[in-house]
C-alpha cells in the first residue's frame, strides 16, 4: 500500500520560512509528478506548486520567488521550501502524487501552516 506523508508544517511569523516534506512509502516502484496544494478555512483548494518527474516545477502566481518546490528521489521525498511567508499562505498543504505502475492520483493527510502578522 502507498502512502504519502506530509510534514514540516507548523506556527510562524510573517516573513519567516519553513520546509515542508512529502515522504513517499510502500511497493514504489517510481514516482511520477508531484504536486502540493493548499486549503484555507473556507475556501477551495488550490494548486501551489508542482514538480514533474523529470524536474520541471510550476508554481502558482502567489507563491512565485517565495516557494521552492524539490525532489529527492532517491528518498522518495519532494520538499516545498517557503520563504517570506504572508498570513495568507495559512492553510492545510496537501500533497498529491502519481506513481508508475499504479492508476490514479494519491493524497496524503496534509500538514497545518499557519503564519501570523
Not at 48 to 68: E, H, L, M, P
Not at 79 to 100: H, I, R
Request: glycine residues 14%.
Amino acid at each position: 500500500q502507498v502512502q504519502l506523508v506530509e510534514s514540516g508544517g507548523g506556527l510562524v511569523q510573517a516573513g519567516g520560512s519553513l520546509r515542508l516534506s512529502c515522504a513517499a512509502s510502500g511497493s514504489i516502484f517510481s514516482i511520477g509528478a508531484v504536486d502540493w496544494h493548499r486549503q484555507a478555512p473556507g475556501k477551495q483548494r488550490e494548486l501551489v506548486a508542482a514538480i514533474t518527474s523529470g524536474g520541471s516545477t510550476n508554481y502558482a502566481d502567489s507563491v512565485k520567488g517565495r516557494f521552492a518546490i524539490s525532489r529527492d528521489n532517491a528518498k522518495n521525498t519532494v520538499y516545498l521550501q517557503m520563504n517570506s511567508l504572508k498570513p495568507e499562505d495559512t492553510a492545510v498543504y496537501y500533497c498529491n502524487a502519481v506513481f508508475g505502475g499504479l492508476t490514479g492520483n494519491y493524497w496524503g493527510r496534509g500538514t497545518q501552516v499557519t503564519v501570523s502578522s
